[in-house]
Structures are given as structure tokens and as C-alpha cells.
């Protein structure tokens, strides 16, 4: 089944995107959650349209995005989190905690947004987060989790 995504769905597409799926998947949570219609032939020619009128509003959303990236790789950050023993962390830094961190330093994402390397952090060190600003834009950003003083 060929479903039109109208919203980015991890794992699967981005919105706008034609995708290949399996029936009951489409027709129990795509279509009924609102994340995707029937890709018909008519569909399809109304999609292509509204493509092809959106190509200079994604050429700004791109533009956008990048700037935003180069922001991002002028930030250094330090997560500061309670210690125990063995340089373990009471409880964990999570890409909530990072969008939280990175809006304090004038960056403002949304969590899902972002990606830590390895899932939530429990640890102190260096550590990666993957952040997808536009579909064709994803930054790999750095930062450091150290003991609260």
C-alpha cells in the first residue's frame, strides 16, 4: 500500500514523501492518526504540485537550517549532573536535557529533534548527539557531561 506521509514519521519518511507500506500499518495507524492519506493517482498529481510550488520555501528552510548548524558548531557545552561513585550519574542526561541546555545558550530545538549516540547518557565524559535540522540537514554535535561542583 502507497501512503503520502503529511507529517515526518521517524523510521518511515518525511512528510510529503511516498511511501511503501504494509496494509494493516497504513490502514490502522497511518491514515486514522492523520500522518498519512492514500496515495491515489489523484493524490499523487496534487502532491506534485504543491511540490513544485514549495521549492523556493524549502530552498529557505534549507538556507535556514544551515545557519542554524553553523550556530551550533560555535557552542561548546558543558552539561553539568550529580555524581556518585564510579563517576556514575544519579539518573541520566537525555535529549531533553540537551534541547534544555542548548535553549539556555540561545539554540532552541525540539528534543525529538536530537539524537544521543548510544541513548541516554549515564555516565560522565564526551559524548555525540545527531541533530536533524531539515531533512537533507543533520549535524553531529559534541558536548561534555561533568560533575556538579
Known amino acids: 500500500m502507497e501512503i503520502i506521509l503529511k507529517k515526518d514519521v521517524e523510521n518511515l519518511g518525511f512528510t510529503d514523501d511516498v511511501v511503501t507500506v504494509k496494509d494493516g500499518y497504513g490502514r490502522n495507524f497511518l491514515i486514522p492518526q492523520g500522518f498519512g492519506v492514500l496515495a491515489t493517482e489523484s493524490a499523487k498529481k496534487v502532491l506534485a504540485e504543491n511540490l513544485r510550488q514549495r521549492a523556493h520555501k524549502e530552498a529557505q528552510a534549507?538556507?535556514?537550517a544551515k545557519a542554524t548548524a553553523e550556530k551550533l558548531a560555535g557552542v561548546e557545552l558543558k552539561m553539568t549532573a550529580k555524581v556518585g561513585t564510579?563517576?556514575?550519574?544519579f539518573g541520566a542526561v537525555t535529549n531533553q536535557n540537551v534541547a534544555d541546555e542548548?535553549?539556555?545558550v540561545g539554540v532552541t530545538l525540539e528534543k525529538k529533534f536530537i539524537q544521543i549516540v548510544?541513548?541516554?547518557i549515564k555516565a560522565l565524559g564526551h559524548y555525540t548527539a545527531a541533530v536533524r535540522l531539515h531533512r537533507e540537514v543533520v549535524v553531529n554535535f559534541e558536548f561534555d557531561v561533568v560533575a556538579e561542583a
Request: charged letters at 25%; zero cysteines.
Open 62 to 64: 534549507i538556507a535556514d
Open 102 to 104: 542548548l535553549a539556555k
Open 86 to 89: 564510579g563517576n556514575k550519574l
Open 118 to 120: 548510544g541513548g541516554s
